[in-house]
C-alpha cells in the first residue's frame, strides 16, 4: 500500500463537525470522517433457500428510502471500541434483519466513497443462517427487511427504484458474493 509523503501530505485541518462526522481539510482536498467508530461492516446474507437479505430505511441524505445490505458502524458501542469487524457484522445482521449466522466470513476490505471520506467498510458473507427475533433495527431506526430470491433480484430492485427507491452499490457487490456461493 502506498501512502503520500510528508511533502504531498500536508496536515489535516478540522473545519467543522457534528455528533457523528467530521468535516477536515487536507491542503486543497476536503472529506469527512466518522468519529466514534472504526470503521463500518456490510453483511451479504443468504438465507438455505437462496434469498438475499436485504433492508430498506429511509436516508435523509438522498431524501427517500435507501435498499441497502445489512451493516453498521463497527466500534460504536460505548465502552467497546476495539469491537472487532466480524462482531459488529453479526451483531448489526441481528439488530436489522433479526437473523444471527453460524459463519461470517470477510470477502472485501476497502474505501467506501474515497473521494469523499476516509471510512473504511468491510464486506461480510453470513451463513447458516436463523431467525432469533424480529429485526427492524434498534428503536431509532425505521428498517423493513426484505428476502428475495437471488434470481430474481435485479428485477425487484428494478421495481424498487421505479417507485423511487435508492439501491446502495454495496448491495451489487454483495450479489457478486452471494452468487459466489452457490459455485
Known sequence: ????????????????????????????????????????????????????????????????????LPAGLVGDTPGDETEEAATAANRELTEETGYEA????????????????SECISIFVATGLRKVGPGGGDGNEQITVFEVPLAEVEDWLAERVSRGAHVDLKVYAGLYFARRLGK
Open 1 to 68: 500500500m502506498s501512502s503520500l509523503s510528508d511533502a504531498t501530505n500536508p496536515a489535516t485541518e478540522t473545519i467543522g463537525g457534528g455528533r457523528f462526522l467530521r468535516l477536515v481539510r487536507r491542503g486543497k482536498w476536503e472529506y469527512v470522517e466518522r468519529t466514534g467508530a472504526s470503521g463500518a461492516a456490510a453483511i451479504v446474507a443468504v438465507t438455505a433457500d437462496g434469498r438475499l437479505v436485504l433492508i430498506e430505511q429511509p436516508r435523509p441524505a438522498l431524501g427517500g428510502v435507501a435498499i441497502e
Open 102 to 117: 453460524d459463519t461470517i466470513e470477510l470477502v472485501a476490505h476497502g474505501p467506501s466513497s474515497p473521494g469523499l471520506t
